[in-house]
């Protein structure tokens, strides 16, 4: 609107200037500066306001563009620890009151197909579960006290186990209490392999089981990254 008011006035001015005396038309000139200088403002105005509104959406809207490419999965790992109690010594003559053990797993997470599709595309990761299950078990024991871990390096999540009967089945619900997931979610976004183990005492000897250590996690992942 504002353009073609100027071009109004600049066609006025131009048809009309020889009709008008020379202090009306110095009056007209001097008038059809003004509206040039202020044509000139108006529009140098208008051009910077425009480019510092786009560089501040640009700045503000590259995450917002970016996270619209954002692919979520979800996928799990897990790991059999295997545990072997061998039989004591002492079996004959005495009562058995503890006897120590412990098992370790190496888990790869690259071992999962979208880990290894976005291995350097990946955002965040967000465990959703995590759990230990016991089978192939010899015969029934109990695990007087023991400690059930997830590691790498100096990152360490783990959990206390006291008093608990291992059968085929048994399930260990392994929660973040004490902010475990937390450390397994910076886990698994180095992508490197860790390691699952059980350690403590059980109440019998010559038993062997295995524990499946079972991590669930959502993952977002961008190719844009």
């Given at each position: 609107m504002c353009h073609f008011i100027y071009g109004v006035i600049d066609i006025v001015l131009l048809k009309h200037k020889?009709?008008?005396n020379k202090n009306e038309y110095r009056f007209k000139i001097d008038l059809y500066s003004i509206i040039l200088i202020l044509k000139f403002i108006t529009m140098k105005t208008f051009l910077k306001t425009?480019?510092?509104l786009l560089i501040g959406v640009s700045f503000s809207s590259c995450d917002d563009i970016e996270s619209l490419a954002d692919i979520e999965f979800t996928t799990s790992f897990s790991g059999d620890v295997d545990v072997v109690v061998p039989a004591s010594v002492s079996h004959a003559s005495a009562k058995i009151d503890a006897v120590s053990f412990s098992g370790k797993?190496?888990?790869?997470?690259q071992s999962d197909s979208n880990i290894k599709k976005y291995?350097?595309?990946?955002k965040s990761s967000d465990v959703q579960e995590v759990t230990g299950t016991f089978k192939k078990v010899s015969k029934p024991v109990r695990i007087t006290t023991g400690s059930l871990s997830i590691s790498q390096g100096s990152k360490s999540?783990?959990?206390?186990?006291?008093?608990?009967?291992?059968?085929?089945?048994?399930?260990?619900?392994?929660?973040?209490?004490e902010g475990q997931w937390a450390t397994i979610n910076q886990i698994l976004m180095s992508k490197n392999k860790f390691d699952a183990k059980i350690t403590g005492t059980v109440d019998n000897d010559d038993v062997s089981f295995t524990v499946t250590i079972y991590i669930k996690s959502n993952f977002i992942a961008n190719p844009l990254k």
């Open positions: 020889h009709y008008i425009l480019i510092i797993a190496t888990i790869d997470p291995i350097d595309k990946l999540a783990s959990w206390s186990i006291k008093n608990f009967d291992v059968a085929n089945g048994a399930k260990i619900i392994l929660d973040s209490a």
